[in-house]
C-alpha cells in the first residue's frame, strides 16, 4: 500500500538496473518499500549484539597461570594416573597369561601399558625439573639477601636440549641423580641403561669411521 507523502525518484543504475529510492514528504511519514523486491527469509529485524566466545586459556582477563597453586589444586591425578597404571600392569601380566586372547590384543594392550608408562616417565622428570629450578631459586634469593650479585639462570621448557653444559641440565641431572639415589636398585639400573646408550652409541661412530 501506498503511503500519501512519499514519493519515488530514480536514482540510477545499480547492475544494469535502475533502482528506485523512496523518500518521505514529512518526516513523521513511513518510508515505502516496493513490493517488486523479494525479502530474503533470513533477515535481521532487531539489531542485536553479536556474542563471541571467549577462550579463557588464552584471554587476558583470566590472568596468568600460578603452576604452584594448579599443581596443588591438581594433585589428585598423580596419584589417579598411578593407580590407572598399576591396573593396567595387571590387566597385561593377566592377558600374557591367558592362551585363548589373540596375539594382537595382547599387542594392543602392551602398548597401552607402554604409552602409559611414558607419560609417568615424563611426568616425574617434568616434576623433578620443576622442583630443581624452585629450589635453586630459592637458594639464589637467600644468597641475594647476603649480598650476592643477581643471577638468572634461563629456565629451558622440558624436555632440556641435549647439551649438558647448560646450567639448567646439570641442574636438573643433579636433581635425578639424588633421586634416585634414594633407591639403589633404581639407580643401578638406571646406570647400566646409560652405559649401554653410550656403548651403543660408541660402536655405531665406530662403524662409521671404519666405512
Not at 647476603?146 to 624436555?159: Q, S
Given at each position: 500500500?501506498?503511503?500519501?507523502?512519499?514519493?519515488?525518484?530514480?536514482?540510477?543504475?545499480?547492475?544494469?538496473?535502475?533502482?528506485?529510492?523512496?523518500?518521505?514528504?514529512?518526516r513523521p511519514s513511513p518510508t515505502e518499500m516496493s513490493a517488486r523486491r523479494p525479502v530474503s527469509r533470513a533477515r535481521q529485524?532487531?539489531?542485536?549484539?553479536?556474542?563471541?566466545?571467549?577462550?579463557?586459556?588464552?584471554?587476558?582477563?583470566s590472568g596468568s597461570v600460578n603452576k604452584d597453586l594448579f599443581r596443588k589444586s591438581?594433585?589428585?591425578?598423580?596419584?589417579?594416573?598411578?593407580?590407572?597404571?598399576?591396573?593396567?600392569?595387571?590387566?597385561?601380566?593377566?592377558a600374557?597369561?591367558?592362551?585363548?586372547?589373540?596375539?594382537?590384543e595382547k599387542d594392543r594392550i602392551d602398548e597401552a601399558l607402554r604409552r602409559m608408562e611414558n607419560r609417568e616417565v615424563t611426568r616425574k622428570n617434568k616434576d623433578l625439573q620443576e622442583e630443581a629450578m624452585r629450589q635453586w631459586k630459592k637458594e639464589e634469593a637467600d644468597k641475594r639477601k647476603e649480598g650476592k650479585k643477581a643471577f638468572f639462570l634461563k629456565e629451558c621448557t622440558f624436555p632440556f636440549p641435549r647439551d649438558t653444559r647448560q646450567?639448567?641440565?646439570?641442574?636438573?641431572?643433579?636433581?635425578?641423580?639424588?633421586?634416585?639415589?634414594?633407591?639403589?636398585?633404581k639407580l643401578?639400573?638406571?646406570?647400566?641403561?646409560?652405559?649401554?646408550?653410550?656403548?651403543?652409541?660408541?660402536?655405531?661412530?665406530?662403524?662409521?669411521?671404519?666405512?
Amino acid at each position: 500500500m501506498r503511503e500519501s507523502g512519499s514519493t519515488a525518484r530514480l536514482s540510477g543504475l545499480v547492475n544494469g538496473k535502475f533502482v528506485a529510492h523512496f523518500s518521505r514528504a514529512r518526516r513523521p511519514s513511513p518510508t515505502e518499500m516496493s513490493a517488486r523486491r523479494p525479502v530474503s527469509r533470513a533477515r535481521q529485524v532487531v539489531e542485536t549484539q553479536e556474542l563471541k566466545a571467549r577462550d579463557p586459556r588464552f584471554d587476558v582477563l583470566s590472568g596468568s597461570v600460578n603452576k604452584d597453586l594448579f599443581r596443588k589444586s591438581y594433585s589428585f591425578l598423580a596419584e589417579q594416573h598411578q593407580q590407572e597404571l598399576e591396573t593396567m600392569r595387571k590387566t597385561a601380566a593377566a592377558a600374557r597369561k591367558n592362551r585363548q586372547l589373540p596375539q594382537e590384543e595382547k599387542d594392543r594392550i602392551d602398548e597401552a601399558l607402554r604409552r602409559m608408562e611414558n607419560r609417568e616417565v615424563t611426568r616425574k622428570n617434568k616434576d623433578l625439573q620443576e622442583e630443581a629450578m624452585r629450589q635453586w631459586k630459592k637458594e639464589e634469593a637467600d644468597k641475594r639477601k647476603e649480598g650476592k650479585k643477581a643471577f638468572f639462570l634461563k629456565e629451558c621448557t622440558f624436555p632440556f636440549p641435549r647439551d649438558t653444559r647448560q646450567p639448567a641440565k646439570k641442574l636438573f641431572l643433579k636433581a635425578k641423580y639424588d633421586d634416585l639415589a634414594q633407591d639403589k636398585r633404581k639407580l643401578h639400573k638406571a646406570m647400566d641403561k646409560k652405559r649401554r646408550k653410550t656403548s651403543q652409541k660408541e660402536k655405531k661412530l665406530m662403524c662409521v669411521r671404519v666405512s
